[in-house]
């Protein structure tokens, strides 16, 4: 037990531990309420109608939303869309017999089918498998009452990503942290210094699991109580909306204690699996490379593998499968495991006990075989494949990032991502913009009295055409094939209207021309994408990886004193430190910009580059009269500037860490956490620290000296200050 006290006291006395857990609890908290009010239907909306419903049956509930819905004879007291969601939810409380009466019929008829009536197959066994599993759940009535507050509670995302935060750290500072400060060597020699000492860090994971389950999903049931009330917590888990398919005869709190102890079993299970990273791996960096890679791998394979597949193990059986609790319970399923239906429930809570214990005993069992790897490895490679041939500093620097700490490996991996982000890229299908795009390939080119004579003409037709539909209103109410026939002529007014509008505001502009611009509004933040963060997202953590062990691993090796020694000296090799760094945020920002460059080419085109930039309507107001080519030119610049001054700055934390761990968490804290926060939902991070200025978008269309200039004089005076001290 002391060693146990000991590393959650090592754990819980660091400031950032701490520091992270207080910003988790306050972001989380904010992004709860901007998620409840952040629709056209708040959570005031619901409580009126609630309050309405308080003291009536279901039936009655459930007459009234009907009532309320089909009542057109005043202004509406209560929005539409909320009342008609209500209804469907207490209309599936009203007919839950129904419901499981309709699980019988069905599966009946569905093995009569003859894709489905092969006794030898999976569909067939899992449809004979079903119905019976709801026999335990037939006696249950479902109640209507709130449902919202406890689905915000237990089903977001963000919450689990701000957990996840939590829980890396805990990781980092248990499993790494001992071998960053160099004291494995030590611990190893002790009586308890292998598995024991392992198997106590473990225990520290996943009490702190718990604890971070308990608080953070306790202040979600909090603030959703308050937002918009938790209901009966005795009522049974059917009357919860989304979950009328569950088959477990449990009530909400009885839920709510499973959630919670599934979450945190499911949770530690990840943290597990990072811990055999973290042991079998001989490098920090090579432990987020390869974390990193499995991640993104279980991500891939739980959105891409369809739930129907033959494959829908993998889907399943997956560690972020498994954080998805609500969608465990919900509804009963079966996932295919060679032909045999296995209920997803038992399946996945078989497989996170197993999973979660076979790392850990895997773990412990490395942990106590583990030698003094670091130097083995460097013998190894001083005498493998090294020829006579000196080459420069500067290459070992190289060849230290890429080689040695596996930069490489963080490379590929990341090539990989936006290969995965640029092949998700898509252009939502806009019947508006269908039209929009052929008008203006048909008139692409400089304004001239043709335009002008195009568009009278186009608007004299759509002028006719919609007065002789009036007519037609006016003698007949019945529909007919005319008016059918007008109505198809008429498609192409939406995007006329779009087309005759920037013609107006553009027609006086010098240097101005018609062109399919909606490309262009995409690429410079016009039209609602937020591709400019989700790539800088990509691009910060890549330099983050690759720049943080630079200079702060040769300070955990204490390499300094003895680099200061040298011919070259400490000058030399700063130089080369920045070099490296310049050119991996510059790798960075080509990885970004072609690829992203490509794919809006590949949807979008792009015409009118020799145009000027005020040819888009959304930048007539624009002081400056770029071509657009240049105006493309200078976010592509600024982009890459500010990206190669955030990895020196990365570079300049690095060379103020103790290890990689700590300089990884700091640049982690600057330059990636702020983008995910804005990505999750807070739309106020995109003019807070470095997004601005890495998006430019967001710096440019709402632009504000001191918001474009603080963060960059911050920089330069950050590094100004250190160069003069020569600290960095």
């Known amino acids: 037990m002391r060693v146990l006290s000991t590393e959650l006291k090592k754990l819980f006395s660091n400031r950032i531990f ?23 239907i708040t959570s005031a909306d619901y409580k009126k109608i609630y309050s309405e419903l308080k003291y009536k049956t279901d039936e009655e509930k459930l007459a009234w939303l009907d009532e309320q819905l089909n009542d057109f004879s005043h202004s509406p007291v209560y929005k539409w869309s909320a009342m008609a969601e209500l209804y469907d939810e207490c209309q599936n409380v009203v007919t839950y017999k129904e419901y499981l009466e309709n699980i019988d019929t069905q599966a009946k008829l569905m093995i009569k089918i003859s894709i489905f009536a092969k006794p030898d197959t999976f569909n067939y066994r899992s449809i004979v498998k079903t119905p019976p599993a709801y026999t335990n759940v037939r006696d249950v009535q479902p109640v209507f009452d709130v449902s919202k507050g406890i689905n915000l509670a237990t089903d977001n995302s963000f919450t689990d990503i701000l957990c996840g935060f939590i829980l890396l750290f805990a990781v980092l500072t248990l499993m790494i942290s001992d071998r960053e400060q160099g004291i494995s060597r030590l611990l ?44 009966d917590l005795s009522r049974p888990i059917q009357s919860v909306a989304g979950f009328i398919g569950c088959n477990l005869k449990i009530n909400v709190a009885e839920y709510l204690i499973i959630f919670g102890l599934f979450k945190s079993t499911a949770i530690f299970t990840i943290c597990a699996v990072l811990s055999l990273i973290a042991v079998t791996t001989k490098n920090t960096v090579s432990f987020y490379g390869i974390s990193t890679a499995v991640v993104i791998i279980e991500g891939l394979l739980y959105a891409l593998i369809h739930p129907l597949s033959i494959y829908s193990i993998f889907r399943y059986i997956n560690v972020i499968a498994f954080t998805k609790v609500n969608e465990i319970f919900c509804d009963y399923k079966n996932i295919n495991f060679f032909e045999y239906p296995i209920p997803l429930i038992s399946a996945s809570f078989t497989a996170v006990i197993l999973i979660a214990f076979i790392c850990s005993l895997v773990s412990a069992y490395l942990y106590a075989k583990k030698r003094n790897l670091e130097f083995r490895k460097i013998g190894i490679k001083l005498n493998f494949g090294k020829g006579n041939k000196v080459h420069s500093a500067l290459y070992y620097g190289f060849y230290k990032s890429l080689i040695q700490q596996k930069g490489i490996v963080i490379i590929v991996v990341f090539m990989l991502i936006t290969v995965f982000l640029n092949s998700s890229f898509k252009k939502k299908y806009d019947v508006q913009d269908v039209y929009y795009k052929y008008y203006t390939n048909q008139l692409e080119g400089e304004i001239t009295s043709e335009t002008d004579d195009f568009i009278k003409s186009e608007e004299k037709r759509f002028f006719d055409l919609n007065n002789k539909m009036n007519e037609i209103l006016q003698d007949s109410n019945s529909f007919s094939g005319e008016m059918m026939e007008i109505q198809k002529q008429l498609a192409p007014e ?14 006086n502009i010098d240097n101005t021309k018609i062109f399919y611009d909606t490309g262009y509004k995409r690429m410079f933040g016009k039209v609602g994408y937020d591709d400019d963060m989700k790539y800088a997202l990509i691009t910060m953590m890549l330099c983050m990886f690759l720049i943080s062990p630079l200079i702060a691993n040769d300070n955990k090796y204490r390499m300094l004193s ?44 792009f015409s009118g580059l020799d145009a000027s930039v005020q040819s888009i309507t959304n930048f007539i107001d624009f002081p400056i009269n770029l071509k657009l080519w240049q105006y493309f030119a200078v976010i592509f610049i600024l982009r890459t500037v500010f990206i190669i001054l955030s990895a020196l700055f990365m570079l300049w934390i690095s060379s103020k860490s103790k290890n990689t761990t700590i300089a990884v968490l700091v640049n982690f804290a600057l330059f990636v956490l702020p983008i995910i ?24 269309n709402e632009f504000s000296v001191v918001q474009f200039i603080m963060p960059v004089l911050a920089l330069g005076i950050v590094i100004y200050y250190a160069v003069k001290q020569k600290k960095i």
Do not use: H
């Not at 997004?691 to 440019?700: K, W």
């Open 18 to 40: 701490l520091l992270i857990i207080v910003a988790v609890f306050i972001l989380n908290a904010y992004l709860l309420f901007r998620t409840a009010n952040s629709g056209k």
């Open 188 to 231: 190893f020699t002790l009586k308890r210094g292998r598995s024991y000492l392992l198997f106590s860090k473990l225990s520290a994971l996943a009490v702190t699991v718990f604890l971070a389950v308990f608080l953070i999903y306790g202040e979600n049931l909090i603030v959703s109580s308050f937002i918009y009330g938790l209901g």
């Open 494 to 507: 939406s995007g006329f209207i779009l087309l005759k509008n920037r013609y107006e505001l553009i027609k």
């Open 562 to 605: 003895i680099i200061n020694s040298t011919a070259s000296g400490r000058k030399q090799y700063i130089k080369r430190n920045i070099i490296i760094s310049i050119d991996y945020g510059l790798l960075s920002s080509l990885m970004w910009l072609i690829g992203y460059s490509f794919k809006v080419y590949q949807f979008y085109g």
């Open 677 to 700: 926060v804005y990505l999750l939902g807070a739309d106020i991070m995109a003019k807070i620290c470095m997004n601005p200025l890495l998006s430019v978008n967001a710096a440019l």
